[in-house]
Nanobody, 115 residues
Framework: QVQLVESGGGLVQPGGSLRLSCAASATAFSFIAMGWYRQAVGKEREWVATITSSLNMYYADSVKGRFTISRDNAKNIWYLQMNSLKPEDTAVYYC?????????WGQGTQVTVSS
């Protein structure tokens, strides 16, 4: 199994930027897809973005044009660059990875957008 650890969350002003990172515990896995979900207080979990092994990228409409997902060459770290942040982006962000046999989730990192 893979352990995932998110980092980069914090408090940011509206219109500001943050970059989240997700680090996997090993580099020996062939990830089919990597990405991010988020969950705001009192709200249902929302899918945010996915990047595939073929470098296809998919975004929720709510973040398209503002967020960018990427990964490193080793495919053991992936990122979510968040620009033009809005208060409604406030949530706990969870990274995930998927192989042919299993999926893994991080513990989450808090992103708060507030003036």
């Amino acid at each position: 199994q893979v352990q995932l650890v998110e980092s980069g969350g914090g408090l940011v002003q509206p219109g500001g930027s943050l970059r989240l990172s997700c680090a996997a515990s090993a580099t020996a896995f062939s990830f089919i897809a990597m990405g991010w979900y988020r969950q705001a207080v009192g709200k249902e979990r929302e899918w945010v973005a996915t990047i595939t092994s073929s470098l296809n990228m998919y975004y929720a409409d709510s973040v398209k044009g503002r967020f960018t997902i990427s990964r490193d060459n080793a495919k053991n770290i992936w990122y979510l660059q968040m620009n033009s942040l809005k208060p409604e982006d406030t949530a706990v962000y969870y990274c995930f990875s998927r192989t042919a046999s299993f999926e893994s989730w991080g513990q989450g990192t808090q992103v708060t957008v507030s003036s």
